[in-house]
Structure formats: C-alpha cells, structure tokens
C-alpha cells in the first residue's frame, strides 16, 4: 500500500473524509505510527537489521578523526548504534568493543589515557567516547571512523502519494489502522480497530523475529564485565 491508499484506508476505517480528517493531520498521524512500527521491529530483530527501505543509501556513517580527540558525535538521525569501527594506520577498520564507566574501579581519566589505536568505545548522550583517544601513528586521520546504526524512518511528506511503507507489506495497514483510531471517538469502535491492528503487530514482531532463519535463537548468560577485562 502506498501512502494514497494508506490515507483512503484510514478514511474508510475511521468513516471520515479529507474534509473532515484533513490530509495534514492523516499524515502526521500516519508518520507517528511508522515511528512505533519501526521501534517493535528493532524490539523483534533476530539479526536482520533493519533499515527503512525508502532511504537513499545504508545506515552507516563515517567521519574524520582528530589526533587526541575522544568525542565524537552520533548523526541526529541514529536512534540505535549498531557497530563502531576506526581505520588503523595500515588502512584496515579494526571493530571497537563496547564498555559502560560504571564497571570500571578505576579513574576514567586514567582509562586508556595514553592516545594510541581506540580499543573500545562508550555512549555518553549524543556522543561516542573513544577509548584511548586516537594517536598519530596508529590511525588513519581521513575517515577514520566509521559507523553502523540504526536510523529514524523517513517520514512520509503531506504532498507524497506513490511512496510506500519501508517495512513489509503484509503489515502496512497497522498504520491506517493507527491513523484511524486516531480520529474515531467511540470506544466500542477504537477497540474493535486495536483488536485488528494488535492482531497485524503480533504477526509483525513474528515475522522479523524469524526472518533471519540461518541465525538460531541462543540464551546467553549476562555476566558482569570488570575493570581488568579492559586493560
């Protein structure tokens, strides 16, 4: 279904018109639920991840180092951070282990202090901490640091009609669905239209839970990483 036949369906679900449910609202409304069917995806990933199919080019980032510099910014666009990697000085990416301050015993200024080859990272806010800091000699400068995340969907635009849900097609009318309930006040009715659209979401959260079928499902332990697992 495209983005027409989203708004039609939405109005045929909720007995509303575009005179009345106004074509600016539908879509907004629209564009809150594709945020929400991209969050119960990534909830539901085993593996696959996934990335609005409607982006122009792959979720992953790259940007220059800077000599000594721990802080990196994450794009405004990235809600969830997949891999990071940094160039060595022999132009291989060398992938970056993920830490937390809280398990360290010891300073965080006397983590890693030395600048040399990034070994691991941390996420403060918005912010990519790289631990030690990048060291002439040991990585390459010019886009030295690359990225894998998963991003925000692209929104559907009020004037668009052609473009179609970045997700698979079977579940796009959980966002009529949505839209729907958003107009309708009776609540006999919103429950029926939550029923249907529940009933859609839980295929979904099967569906990518499955769809990486040579990835089998593992329970792994969690354990407490200590601070001389770092060093």
Known sequence: MNIAALRLDAHFLAGSTSGVYSDINLTRNINVAY???????????????FDDSNAADLP????????SQQDYTLPSTALKLERVEVLN?????????QFDI???????????????????????????????????????LASGLKI?????????????TTTEPGFAAPFHRILSYAAAMD???????VERLARQKQRLEDGLQRFYGHRNVERRSSIRPRTRKRANQYK
């Open 148 to 160: 894998v995340v998963g991003r925000s969907v692209t929104e559907f635009a009020v004037t668009a």
């Open 102 to 140: 809280h398990d360290l015993e010891q300073g965080l200024t006397e983590f890693q202090g030395t600048a040399g080859l990034p070994m691991y990272y941390d996420i403060v806010g918005s912010s990519i901490m790289l631990y030690p800091a990048p060291g002439t000699g040991f990585v390459t």
């Open 183 to 189: 107009y309708v006040k009776d609540e006999r009715e």
């Open 89 to 97: 000085s022999a132009g291989d990416y060398v992938k970056l282990k």
């Open 60 to 67: 992953i980032a790259t940007t220059s180092l800077v000599a």
């Open 35 to 49: 945020h929400d069917v991209a969050r119960m995806i990534w909830e539901s990933s085993d593996g696959w991840q």
